[in-house]
């Protein structure tokens, strides 16, 4: 066991209630993005289901990428909210491809949800962000991302592309902890949240977030937030931004190729 002593991890103090605002402009400074970051407190599968929870409801439709469990999973809680939810799944190991995408929006009279997982941690797999964020575009529907395992291994242009959601995890590429999760939200998506029923008080709603949080000045969040986990993404970001983002990204990309050569 390396040196560790866990009893340096009791008594930290509490984060200081002005910290998490500056936190998430930080985060919006690292993606290059201008539209909101929200925190979920806890691992970034439950942002994930946080995401679909809310953006799913009777009638809409969905086209799903499915490129590993997490897709599938995204499509099991679309359904749960009762979307109507088209899988497009990927053969194992490899990206989706655009055909299948498109083959299956030409099918749809309305399409009003495409989501897709950006890199998958377990396979190597990357999906053809851009092509799929046009594909959505050209049917006016939301494109919801899952870029927990790309965030600082691949660039991720959220505003350029027009990327609606994007769920990130400070656990993978950038090194941080695992119990904190943010969600990147344009207006777009905070459009259609707000005309889907909400369903608070629940830890996953989107809009009670948006109302407790962001329309509140974005001082304290909502409960009891764990100070180590808010600690750890500052030190997280600061180790970052001294490296510098594009490095971090050049870094991970480097060792893809060697890892493959
Ligand atoms: C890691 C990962 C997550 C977060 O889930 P874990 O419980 O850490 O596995 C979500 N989506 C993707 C694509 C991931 O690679």
Known sequence: MPEFNPHLLLDVPRYPDTGYALLADRIKRMLGTSADVVFVQAEAILALEAVAASIARPGAVAVNVVTSPYGTWFGTWLRRGGATVYDVVAEAGQPVTLSAVSGCLDT?????????VHAESSSGVLNPLAELAALAQSRNALFAVDAVASVGGHAIDID???????????????????????????????????????????????????????????????????????WALEAALDRIEAEGIERVIARHQLAARATRA
């Open 108 to 116: 749809l009279a309305q399409v009003d949800i495409v989501a897709a």
């Open 160 to 230: 350029g592309l027009g990327i609606d959601i994007t769920v990130i995890g400070p656990q993978k590429a950038l090194a941080g902890p695992a119990g904190v999760s943010a969600v990147v939200l344009g207006k777009r998506a905070w459009a259609h949240i707000e005309s889907t029923p909400d369903f608070a008080p629940s830890s996953l709603s989107l809009a009670a977030l948006k109302q407790d949080w962001l329309e509140r000045g974005r001082a304290a969040l909502p409960g009891t937030p764990s100070a180590l986990e808010f």
